[in-house]
């Protein structure tokens, strides 16, 4: 039951990660700010990483292994979230 | 031939006229003015751009000023600043405290619109003064026809919210 439900939460999270995405994207074509386009990849990570953290929910990866994955993920949404927020000021 | 010649003519003498209005004015239907356009386009007279979900219609020899019109109208913050100066020049503080920006977000987007040469300025003491310097009435039959979609909003609000915190445009 909270297999399922972590799964669908894990959907939602993924859906809104790409819309943001999305908007993202549009926001740079319309302006050209290299911000907008960090915020592209920030978002576009953590689409990614939330694909690896499902993955590991259907099929049996090594834990230890993910959780590698899933911190490198971390590190660099963070980064990109940083340099959407300080570069070019 | 004579509708196609009608349709060219009537572009010609409204610039940024959307693909449902040309439909209307000149009382055509959906299939047979896609047509005239599609056979206008590709003969080089005529050219059309997708905006806030319009299809604008401009005619081709002046493609690169009317170009330059549409990426100044596609943020909403430009096309309120552009329709202020419809109304009459007027300088940086004044147009931050009508829109309720701050004067850098304010000056970021005259930058911009002064770098594509849809606005022009002067300097009057210590004050720069800004007026339009594009086609007045080209510019409001396009803004009169949009409607941006709901993710275009986003986006545009997304892109004030990134200038409030001082990202620089790169081209």
Known sequence: MLESLNLVLSMVVLAISVLLAFISWVAYRRSHLKSALYLLVAFLLFAIKKVCESFYILTSVEREALNVTVAVFEILILSAFFLAIVKER | ?171
């Open chain 2, 1 to 171: 031939m004579d509708t196609r010649r009608k349709v060219l003519e009537h572009i010609k003498k409204n610039p940024g006229i959307s693909f449902r209005k040309l439909a209307e004015e000149l009382n055509l239907g959906i299939g047979d003015l896609q047509y005239h356009l599609y056979k206008l386009e590709k003969s080089g007279e005529v050219f059309s751009r997708k905006m806030g979900g319009r299809r604008y219609l401009f005619p081709k020899d002046m493609e690169g000023e009317y170009q330059k019109m549409l990426i100044a109208l596609s943020t909403e913050t430009r096309r309120k600043i552009m329709l202020l100066l419809a109304g009459g020049e007027k300088n940086q503080s004044e147009l931050a405290e009508e829109l309720g920006l701050t004067q850098a977000t304010v000056n970021h987007h005259m930058k911009e619109l002064l770098k594509l040469g849809i606005v022009k300025s002067r300097k009057e003491g210590r004050r720069v003064i800004y007026s339009l310097n594009c086609d007045v009435d080209t510019m409001m039959r396009i803004v009169r026809e949009y409607r941006p979609k709901i993710w275009e909003r986003w986006a545009e609000q997304l892109v004030d919210m990134l200038v409030e915190l001082g990202g620089v445009k790169d081209a």
